[in-house]
């Protein structure tokens, strides 16, 4: 799991995180039994949880058991076998086998024909052995008596050649907590619970919340809307947030149309304290599941903040049953959790999922124009912290690797810009008839779940579907490492670059990804931040370009060195969480007098030279806009 820029939170560099999942194959299994699975939640040791798994028999005298070391959708090694510990092999008495670790993820046992049962414990990521390389949304919670968010490919494993058998899965948990998932129950009590699952893939697509009931559901039509929410505080109910998760459903189901067939989704809302999210860096969002999505967020949070960030980081998730779900190669269907072999297609499987989560908020009318325009400018500038003469298909294939791994979070910057110039070469194309979305409509009618495509063989396929231009525009920036002239498709449907209002993810800064200040040596050689940049509220407040910003909101910074660095984000991140009316005050020093300067947040703005319609543009360039993002 990669984190990507798109929205800052809790430090200048800290960013929502979107992850999508892959699709596996379900052959038949050659094993006619069920693995069978249990975790114990009551009897938690030095904030472990106990793991035992009862196998079939084996036919081979020597078998491997793995923790995967990569999962779908994460795009890095995580090496989740890190967090396990003391495992032991036993046969049917209860004598110990001989059991061997061959590396972080993987033990061999010498004697399996009278394997019985493999137990070991398992730490949680939050705070287990270098848990903070785990972001939230995909790692696991243990805390006991009160929540447990569980990320199942962290804790269960599988044995050398059984991926495919099915598991039954037994937890044993206190009393008061209740499971939220999508895995089928086959029973259900107070302290008891049994889970049933097709295969080990099925076992790590379908997290688990226990925590106190707090959720709600509802049908959109033919699917079944479940969002669950622990907080730690309290202060949330998700009956809260229903309205916002129902309108944003309703509008992507009308924008996918019959794209999407998906039965239920659950949406697993688990939100922190400050303190303990600091821990990741202060790192915030989504792992995304077939059907379902864990979504980690801050408990300190205004309710209406929350609402939009869930409507953002959620929308973007459930377009991932477009695809990797219904459209996905078969590198992603036949997923090795220890041996992987990537596709080259993250252009589609982030960066489409990336560019329908916003066009869908303007073409079903959430946000405005404007809105649209200046999300497109902020990825545009993103981008560019990005190698743009990087090969798209070499990066997406070598993703798990350097110099690729570090160039990750572009497939949700470029890569959605890649599928914004996409479209409108499909509807100029098409005189506005048809765009992306009818592309990615038809592969899904022709692939779906169960039928993946061949890797190599994609762009022939969608270049058929469509026009030699969309395949010169392939050849040039997805598997070409050719930089875009993003101006001339916007020019297409009448946009050009002109000066606008551009809002700001916060009051620290002068426009979107740079602060209003900036590091500079004093004469005796003492690090200073230096105000080099206005927006709207601290301009109207009074601070003035070159006064030395000393802090905010009545807490003074300590000096500005690398080791005061979680002190330093300790005063700027309460200031991403200010609604619109707060009362705030900065201090800084003029001509060597120290200002104490106070206003009201309201809404940050700064002109910037964003996007925004060409008014000398012709009737064809606006015809197209208007089936570009409304048709």
Same mark, same amino acid.
């Given at each position: 799991?990669?984190? %990507? ?36 939640? +009551? ?31 994460? =795009? ?35 004697? &399996? ?8 414990? #398992? ?101 079944? #809307?479940?969002? &669950? ?35 239920? =989704? ?28 864990? +979504? ?14 869930? #409507? ?149 396929? %969608? ?14 920036? %997805? ?50 931040? #230096? ?101």
């Amino acid at each position: 799991m990669k984190n %990507i820029l798109s929205k800052l939170f809790f430090s200048l560099t800290a960013a929502l995180l979107f992850v999508g999942c892959a699709a596996l194959r379900t052959p038949k299994s050659p094993f006619a039994d069920v693995i069978q699975t249990r975790i114990d939640l +009551v009897d938690v040791q030095d904030d472990k949880v106990q793991i035992s798994i009862t196998p079939p028999p084996f036919k081979e005298n020597t078998t491997v058991f793995y923790i995967p070391q990569i999962v779908p959708g994460t =795009y890095e090694y995580s090496n989740f076998g890190r967090f396990a510990e003391n495992v032991q092999a036993f046969d049917k008495k209860g004598n110990p086998l001989e059991i061997k670790k061959r590396d972080e993820n993987s033990w061999e046992i010498t004697q &399996a024909t009278k394997l019985a049962r493999l137990t070991y414990w #398992v730490n949680d990521t939050f705070d287990g052995p270098d848990g903070q390389e785990i972001y939230p949304m995909g790692g696991t919670n243990f805390e006991k008596n009160q929540t447990f968010l569980l990320n199942l490919h962290s804790m269960i494993g599988y044995f050398k050649g059984m991926k495919e058998i099915p598991y039954r899965l037994t937890i044993s948990s206190p009393k008061k907590l209740v499971p939220f998932t999508s895995l089928p129950v086959l029973s259900k009590s107070d302290t008891l619970d049994v889970f049933d699952a097709q295969r080990y893939f099925h076992i790590i697509d379908n997290p688990i919340l226990y925590s106190e009931p707090n959720a709600v559901s509802f049908d959109l039509g033919e699917i079944k #809307v479940g969002l &669950a929410l622990y907080s730690p505080s309290g202060t949330h109910q998700a009956t809260a947030y229903q309205a916002a998760i129902e309108e944003m459903m309703k509008a992507q189901k009308a924008f996918l149309g019959d794209a999407n067939d998906t039965p239920s =989704y659950d949406i697993l809302l688990h939100l922190m304290d400050m303190e303990r999210l600091q821990y990741f860096g202060g790192m915030m969002g989504a792992l995304e599941h077939h059907t379902s999505t864990t +979504v980690v967020f801050v408990d300190d949070m205004p309710a209406g903040e929350l609402t939009q960030s869930l #409507v953002d980081v959620v929308s973007h998730e459930f377009f991932h049953t477009l695809t990797p779900l219904n459209v996905h190669s078969e590198e992603i269907h036949n997923f090795e959790y220890n041996t992987p072999v990537m596709s080259k297609h993250l252009w589609m499987y982030e960066g489409t999922t990336e560019y329908f989560a916003n066009l869908f908020q303007i073409n079903q009318g959430l946000i405005d124009e404007a809105d649209f325009y200046n999300r497109l400018l902020e990825k545009i500038n993103y981008a560019q912290r990005y190698d743009d003469t990087m090969s798209f298909t070499e990066m997406s294939a070598g993703i798990v690797d350097e110099p690729y791994q570090s160039n990750y979070g572009n497939v949700y910057q470029k890569g959605a810009l890649i599928n914004m110039c996409l479209d409108i070469i499909i509807r100029e194309q098409s005189g506005g008839a048809r765009g992306i979305l009818s592309v990615m409509q038809e592969l899904a009618r022709k692939y779906g779940k169960e039928n993946p495509f061949q890797d190599d063989a994609l762009f022939d396929e %969608i270049v058929e579907m469509t026009y030699p231009e969309v395949g010169k525009f392939i050849e040039n920036h %997805i598997v070409g490492g050719t930089p875009i002239d993003y101006s001339l498709y916007l020019a297409k449907v009448g946009l050009i670059r002109g000066e606008t209002d551009a809002a700001l993810p916060s009051v620290l800064f002068q426009e979107a990804g740079v602060p209003f200040f900036a590091p500079q040596p004093n004469e005796d050689g003492i690090m200073e931040y #230096v105000i080099s940049g206005l927006n709207s509220t601290i301009e109207a407040m009074g601070a003035q370009i070159g006064d030395i910003f000393l802090g905010l909101d009545g807490k003074i910074l300590p000096e500005i060195k690398r080791e005061n660095a979680d002190e330093i984000n300790a005063v700027f991140q309460p200031s991403f969480l200010w609604e619109a009316n707060k009362e705030f005050s900065i201090t800084v020093k003029r001509n060597g007098e120290m200002l104490t300067l106070t206003g009201t947040l309201g809404t940050p703005t700064a002109k910037v030279n964003g996007i925004v319609e060409d008014v000398l543009a012709n009737e064809a360039a606006v015809t197209l806009r208007k089936a570009w993002l409304f048709k």
